[in-house]
């Protein structure tokens, strides 16, 4: 060292511990240094995923008119865009739109909710218990693939046409993947993650509260969202099959009329509403929360 | 308190350690010892062979002692049985800290922490109040000299300092016997060395009793006291070295490559048993 020409190396072998914290310090700022290029501008981000879908809505409007202007089916059947826009325009006009989004939206609010936290109850108690998750794992996957439109009938005999027997259909539709996901996403923590609860002296509470539940966040978001379609679909087809005046006029409902009227452009405009809504909840809730919280642990980059 | 019988037997009359072992045998035998190992075994599954055999370790408080091996000699094991996250098969385990902290190879940080969030966990685990918990964590950060850090995501820490944030996370723990498994084996050497370092001035500031484990025979004789020598399949005692150079020492001191090359060889020998 003391033989060294460079001047940092002799400061180095003078103050030892001063030197320690020099190097660390750059090391520190050399490995971190590698910070991601600013994303790309609004333009390009504008470009890239805003654009696409409305060239392809565009085309596939282009499409549907060239269909209806050589008469695949006949007019009836086949409404021209127009036909439907204007349909679609007197449904918002006349506040039926916004009626029957508000009607299923808050059903399946309501449903969603009550599913998140028996889903979440019943994927805790089969972490729990080895016994019960052997028990009702086999039938809570199955669940998941039983199309939840069998259950409208004996909900109906159950209770009658009521919002009683449309919540039962959206709770069996989407609790057990609320419940799959949150035990895949339990089974998926590292076991290093319980080690380190464990040496640091958490009891069994404390660790799944402060490691094994935040670590399985990722895992039950995805069965969040899962079950949100689920609960959707489930809503929609409990709503087109139990049409009663006490009921309201939700999106299945408004469908159903299109169906007994045998108006094509209300169809079109429910399944387009129907659609919107599903869409939007997932831009405005779900891919948000999930990209925060993939972001946040460095899963994803941006 | 036995002292281990194949260790006093390899070591011979002309060899100046016999001394210095002499000395650990006494301090083995105060009550005051940091960790204890006496004729521990520990067998995994029943008919295969013992994962560790008859092993006697002890540490005395506020010594650094480092464990080198090759792979299946049972070091982390040993680890695992002082951390008390595995009780022996047979023999005694006796560690002077009610819980003694434990750093892995990997930094082991919860990613939807912060750094400070991670070092804070532990603090909630004394159950150390919020506020205390806040102040508590920015001191440990900046005995690893990460002050600025805590509010950085893991992901947005480099490996080095992740493993420093694990070390101010053992800190938290406030124990007397840091348990430390390769702690430094994924690390690049300049960060590396820089580790070493930063370990050394904790560890005299903090009067703690440590446990290295490594394969690294001249990190072992950079950091440690004593070195000690573990065979493998099964894993046992071997031989132990006291080293008596000089603090600092770098990794590049003639004496501890002096040193190094002696045990390295007495490994090989070791190792090479296998091979028929």
Not at chain 1, 130 to 155: D, M, T
Not at chain 1, 271 to 300: D, H, W
Request: proline share 6%; hydrophobic share 50%; net charge positive.
């Amino acid at each position: 060292m003391a033989t060294s020409t460079t001047p940092s190396g002799n400061r180095a072998a003078e103050s030892p511990d001063v030197g320690t914290r020099a190097i660390e310090a750059g090391l520190d700022a050399l490995d971190t240094a590698a910070t991601l290029p600013p994303g790309p501008s609004l333009g390009k981000r504008f470009v890239r995923s805003v654009l696409p879908p409305i060239v392809f809505l565009a085309a596939l409007v282009g499409v549907w008119q060239i269909a209806y202007v050589a008469e695949v089916k006949p007019p009836y059947a086949l409404p021209s865009p127009a036909d439907v826009w204007e349909v679609f325009w007197e449904s918002v006009t006349d506040g039926r739109a916004f009626e029957a989004i508000w009607t299923s939206l808050s059903r399946g609010a309501v449903g969603f909710a009550l599913s998140l936290v028996i889903g979440t109850a019943l994927g805790l108690a089969m972490w729990w218990s080895r016994w019960l998750r052997a028990a009702i794992g086999p039938i809570v996957s199955g669940l998941q693939s039983l199309p939840s439109v069998a259950w409208v009938p004996a909900a109906i005999i159950w209770f009658q046409l009521t919002d009683a027997a449309i919540y039962t259909v959206v709770l069996l539709g989407a609790a057990p993947s609320i419940a799959n996901g949150l035990l895949s996403g339990m089974k998926q923590v590292p076991p290093l993650f319980d080690r380190v609860g464990r040496v640091l002296g958490l009891s069994a509470l404390g660790r799944t509260r402060y490691v094994l539940l935040p670590a399985a966040l990722p895992g039950y978001l995805g069965g969040l969202r899962q079950g949100w379609a689920f609960a959707w679909r489930s809503l929609m087809a409990a709503e087109l099959i139990t049409y009663s005046p006490q009921l309201g006029q939700g999106l299945g409902q408004l469908l159903n009329v299109g169906r007994e009227l045998s108006q094509m452009s209300l169809v079109i405009t429910s399944i387009a509403l129907i659609l919107a809504v599903g869409i939007a909840i997932e831009l405005l809730v779900f891919a948000p929360l999930e990209r925060r919280v993939l972001v946040r642990r460095g899963l994803t980059v941006r | 308190m036995s002292t281990n019988q194949l260790t006093t037997d390899r070591l011979t009359a002309e060899d100046p350690l016999v001394r210095s072992r002499g000395e650990g045998v006494a301090d083995a035998g105060s009550p005051a010892a940091a960790v204890r190992v006496s004729g521990v075994s520990q067998v995994f599954e029943r008919g295969r062979p013992p994962v560790l055999d008859g092993v006697d370790l002890t540490v005395a408080p506020g010594e650094f002692v480092c464990l080198v091996g090759a792979s299946g000699c049972g070091k982390s094991t040993l680890l695992n049985l002082l951390a008390g996250l595995v009780k022996p098969t047979a023999g005694q385990v006796e560690v002077s800290a009610q819980r003694p902290a434990l750093m892995f190879q990997e930094p082991a940080l919860l990613p939807w922490l912060t750094a400070s969030g991670n070092v804070e966990l532990a603090l909630r685990a004394r159950g150390v109040g919020r506020v205390e918990r806040r102040a508590e964590a920015a001191r440990l950060l900046g005995v690893v000299n990460l002050a600025d850090a805590g509010r950085k995501r893991v992901h947005e820490l480099s490996g080095g300092m992740r493993q420093r944030v694990a070390l101010a996370r053992a800190l938290a723990q406030d124990s007397s016997v840091l348990l430390m498994d390769e702690p430094f084996a994924a690390l690049d050497a300049i960060t590396r060395d820089v580790l070493h370092l930063e370990l050394a001035r904790v560890w005299a500031e903090q009067q703690l009793s440590v446990v290295f484990v490594t394969h690294n025979v001249r990190e072992a004789v950079r950091l440690g006291q004593r070195v000690v020598l573990m065979g493998s399949r099964p894993g046992r005692i071997v031989r132990e070295w006291r080293v008596d150079l000089p603090q600092p020492r770098t990794i590049e001191s003639a004496g501890v490559s002096e040193l190094a090359a002696e045990i390295t060889r007495e490994l090989h020998r070791e190792i090479s048993r296998h091979g028929n």
